[in-house]
């Protein structure tokens, strides 16, 4: 691990807006457990389909992740710490990748985090419940090391968005439009073309079973693919820009 991607990871996790974020995540997906849980109907919790979309409550570190991402690359230019930095490194192609590299490793985390909650805690209700697991060793094989290798590229795809727009609230606010309300009716109205979005690229990762989704290979060469022209679009554009 370079120098750079080190002070990376050290803003990332040194910021209280990190911190908050990890607990906003550990509470909203505590909070999806622990009621889908115990109150949904046993008879639902025992069909495979509906136990792994409630095992998986994990994957909502992605959006976390992305988060993280977004924000690594939009602090700088609030506050105008970019410049130093682009002093310091005067190749910005090696600060932004950099900064993909320390969203991974941070993406990985949030999603071990989330899934470690989402899995333990979730086993624990449906054993206790009397609710016999479904899902064999591969499915759940697929669903955390899908969560892990997902969640992880999303924080790539943070910063891909966030190098793009460099505007922190307009990269937020986009983020979430994006990921809450786009992706599900694009899904919803025309699935063809909704299946390829990052979010459904991540459902096919993790092994769901929902109709008109890709398969887990395919579902994550999207996925990279997604990232991929982000971090590609931002290099670019940060190559070409001056800072303000």
């Known amino acids: 691990m ?15 807006t990190t911190f908050g974020l990890v607990v906003g995540m550990v509470l909203l997906v505590l909070l999806f457990v622990l009621l889908t849980g115990l109150l949904e109907h046993a008879s639902g919790l025992e069909e495979k389909s509906n136990q792994h979309d409630y095992l998986a409550i994990g994957t909502l570190a992605a959006l976390f992740a992305a988060l993280a991402g977004v924000l690594v690359v ?3 230019y609030r506050f105008g710490t970019i410049r130093p930095t682009f002093l310091f490194t005067p190749r910005r192609s090696r600060v932004v990748e950099a900064k ?3 969203s991974l490793i941070a993406g990985l985390v949030f999603a071990a985090v989330a899934e470690g909650l989402a899995f333990g805690i979730g086993y624990v209700i449906l054993s206790g419940r ?3 697991i479904a899902l064999n060793g591969g499915d759940v094989a ?3 090391l899908g969560t892990l290798g997902s969640c992880a590229v999303w924080g790539a795809i943070g910063v891909g968005l966030g190098t793009i727009l460099r505007n922190q609230v307009g ?5 979430l439009a994006w990921s809450l309300l786009v992706e599900n009716l694009l899904f919803g109205l025309v ?3 909704g299946r390829y979005t990052p979010g459904r690229a991540t459902d096919a990762v993790t092994g769901s079973s929902s109709d008109h989704l890709l398969s887990p290979a395919v579902g994550g060469v999207v996925l990279v693919a997604w990232a991929a022209a982000l971090a590609a679009g931002g290099l670019t554009l940060t190559a070409r820009r001056d800072v303000d």
Do not use: D, F, H, N
């Open 171 to 175: 990269s937020v606010i986009g983020l």
């Open 74 to 76: 939009t602090s700088e």
């Open 2 to 16: 370079g120098a750079r991607t080190r002070a990376e990871l050290l803003k990332i996790r040194s910021t209280r």
């Open 191 to 193: 699935p063809s073309v």
């Open 130 to 132: 009397g609710i016999p």
């Open 100 to 102: 993909l590299a320390a």
């Open 142 to 144: 697929l669903l955390v």
